[in-house]
T-cell receptor
Framework: DTGVSQNPRHKITKRGQNVTFRCDPI?????LYWYRQTLGQGPEFLTY????????KSRLLSDRFSAERPKGSFSTLEIQRTEQGDSAMYLCASSPRGFIPPAKNIQYFGAGTRLSVL | AQKITQTQPGMFVQEKEAVTLDCTYDTSDQSYGLFWYKQPSSGEMIFLIY??????QNATEGRYSLNFQKARKSANLVISASQLGDSAMYFC????????????FGTGTRLQVTL
C-alpha cells in the first residue's frame, strides 16, 4: 500500500529560475490538494483537483504558479520566475471520493518538497 | 472565514504521562470537521484523529482522544501514555462542507517527550 509520493524531496534554485514538482497520490483517490508551509506556520491551501479538473485556487497562487493533473492521476506544480519568498515546503495531499459526512475529508499527505530559492 | 488557534508554541511531557494540546476554532458554519495531524521532523503530515461537528461522542483513536467542547469551540487533543516517538509538531485543522473541503490549519504545537 503506497502512500502519497512527492518528488523531488529537496530543490535548490536561483532566483528567476523555473521549478516543477510532482505529486503521485494514493491510486484510488480522486481528490488532490497542494499546500504551502513556511517556517513556523501550518500548511496553507493552494489549490484543489477533483480528477483532472482544477476546481479551486487560493489567492496565494499568483500568476507565476500553475498546477496540472492531466489524466486525473499525478499532478505537477510549476513555479515560474522563482522569488526568495517562494522558499517553503510544498505539500501534496489526496483523499478518496464520497466521504460521509461531507466534512470528513481525511487527507493523506506526502513528505513534501522543500524549495530553497537563493 | 474559518480560523484555528493553537496558543501553545511548545510543550514538554514526561514519558508515560498524558498531555493535552489546545485548539480553538472559529466558524459560523454548522457543519464542519476537526482534525489533528502530527508532523515529525521528516516533514510528512500524519493524520491522527477526526471529530465531526455533529458527533455527540468525543473521538478516540488508540492513545489519542479529542476533547470536543462545541459551545466553547475547542477541540483539544489528549495523548495518553506519551512515548519518545510522540515528539513532533502537532497541528489542529478544520474543514467545512463545500466543493474542496480544504483544510485550514493552526500554527502548531511542538511537543517534546522527555525521559
Amino acid at each position: 500500500d503506497t502512500g502519497v509520493s512527492q518528488n523531488p524531496r529537496h530543490k535548490i534554485t536561483k532566483r528567476g529560475q523555473n521549478v516543477t514538482f510532482r505529486c503521485d497520490p494514493i491510486s484510488e483517490h480522486n481528490r488532490l490538494y497542494w499546500y504551502r508551509q513556511t517556517l513556523g506556520q501550518g500548511p496553507e491551501f493552494l489549490t484543489y483537483f477533483q480528477n483532472e479538473a482544477q476546481l479551486e485556487k487560493s489567492r496565494l497562487l499568483s500568476d507565476r504558479f500553475s498546477a496540472e493533473r492531466p489524466k486525473g492521476s499525478f499532478s505537477t506544480l510549476e513555479i515560474q520566475r522563482t522569488e526568495q519568498g517562494d522558499s517553503a515546503m510544498y505539500l501534496c495531499a489526496s483523499s478518496p471520493r464520497g466521504f460521509i459526512p461531507p466534512a470528513k475529508n481525511i487527507q493523506y499527505f506526502g513528505a513534501g518538497t522543500r524549495l530553497s530559492v537563493l | 472565514a474559518q480560523k484555528i488557534t493553537q496558543t501553545q508554541p511548545g510543550m514538554f511531557v514526561q514519558e508515560k504521562e498524558a498531555v493535552t494540546l489546545d485548539c480553538t476554532y472559529d466558524t459560523s458554519d454548522q457543519s464542519y470537521g476537526l482534525f489533528w495531524y502530527k508532523q515529525p521532523s521528516s516533514g510528512e503530515m500524519i493524520f491522527l484523529i477526526y471529530q465531526g461537528s455533529y458527533d455527540e461522542q468525543n473521538a478516540t483513536e488508540g492513545r489519542y482522544s479529542l476533547n470536543f467542547q462545541k459551545a466553547r469551540k475547542s477541540a483539544n487533543l489528549v495523548i495518553s501514555a506519551s512515548q519518545l516517538g510522540d515528539s513532533a509538531m502537532y497541528f489542529c485543522a478544520m474543514s467545512l462542507t463545500g466543493t474542496a473541503s480544504k483544510l485550514t490549519f493552526g500554527t502548531g504545537t511542538r511537543l517534546q517527550v522527555t525521559l
